[in-house]
């Protein structure tokens, strides 16, 4: 995990604590993680929100804040731990039709947020090329 220590209010009590928090690209690395390792083949369940929230941050500003080297370290690293080759190639079509299945359903709870799936598709894969990864 790639964490920093972060001072945050508490009660009025004990004045704040300091707590771990991953960093953003610690955070993306597991979810593109999550999303390969839901493939049809053996993944444990669909990710449509991982994508959803990958797809967020790379078509925001908050993109251009990213340290692409270490985001594709972590996500080497988190995909040596589950078995799981995070490069272009695994987004597969079959992967795309797997979670292009169910994804509409996230209209409901993302509201005016929502990205078409092509779009958030698309949008991830393209971030990833650019990562570099094995």
């Not at 771990?20 to 929100?49: F, Y």
């Not at 080759?85 to 079509?93: E, N, V």
């Not at 079959?94 to 359903?105: F, G, P, Q, V």
Request: glycine share 6%; hydrophobic share 45%; net charge positive.
């Amino acid at each position: 995990m790639d964490c920093c220590l972060r001072r945050v209010p508490g009660s009025v009590f004990d004045g704040g604590a300091t707590v771990k928090v991953c960093t953003l690209e610690d955070i993306l690395a597991e979810k593109i993680v999550a999303v390969l390792s839901s493939a049809p083949a053996g993944g444990q369940k669909k990710r449509e929100q991982d994508l959803f929230d990958v797809a967020s941050v790379v078509s925001s500003a908050a993109v251009a804040q990213l340290d692409r080297r270490r985001l594709a370290e972590l996500a080497e690293a988190k995909g040596r731990y589950r078995a799981c080759c995070p490069s272009p190639g695994a987004f597969t079509r079959e992967l795309s039709e797997h979670l292009r299945a169910d994804y509409e359903r996230l209209r409901e709870s993302t509201g005016v947020a929502f990205i078409r799936f092509d779009a958030a598709w698309n949008g991830v894969l393209n971030f990833v090329r650019h990562l570099r990864l094995a």
